[in-house]
């Protein structure tokens, strides 16, 4: 059975940091592309990074390139998002999702067939 759970959500004043995970289990983990997503209330479900097994490959949104870092872990099946800088506009349920490896990063929702419940990160101004 295909589990992934995050963590690591929370609330942070503006400016602070928070690093998410995403355990994963029943599947081979080194074998998949992995992103995270956010949606903030009223909003769509957004692309946020995503890194490919092969060739190690990481893309960012514009929104967070340069504050977030995507790794993972492949010995623990664990995938991070280290979070910077953060923003007010940052607060969502932040999900990470698996996919196909590519060799060329998906950003879209369809590019992922299996998801986490989500994490709530909240930022105060």
């Known amino acids: 059975q295909v589990q992934l759970v995050e963590s690591g959500g929370g609330l942070v004043q503006a400016g602070g940091s928070l690093r998410l995970s995403c355990a994963v289990s029943g599947f081979t983990f080194s074998s998949y592309a992995m992103g995270w997503f956010r949606q903030a209330p009223g909003k769509e479900r957004e692309f946020v990074a995503a890194i490919t097994w092969i060739g190690g490959s990481t893309d960012y949104a514009d929104s967070v390139k340069d504050r977030f870092t995507i790794s993972k872990d492949n010995a623990k099946n664990t995938l991070y998002l280290q979070m910077n800088s953060l923003k007010p506009e940052d607060t969502a349920v932040y999900y990470c999702?698996?996919?196909?490896?590519?060799?060329?990063?998906?950003?879209?929702?369809?590019?992922?067939?299996?998801w986490g419940q989500g994490t709530q990160v909240t930022v105060s101004s």
């Open positions: 999702a698996a996919g196909p490896d590519t060799i060329v990063i998906v950003r879209t929702l369809q590019g992922y067939d299996n």
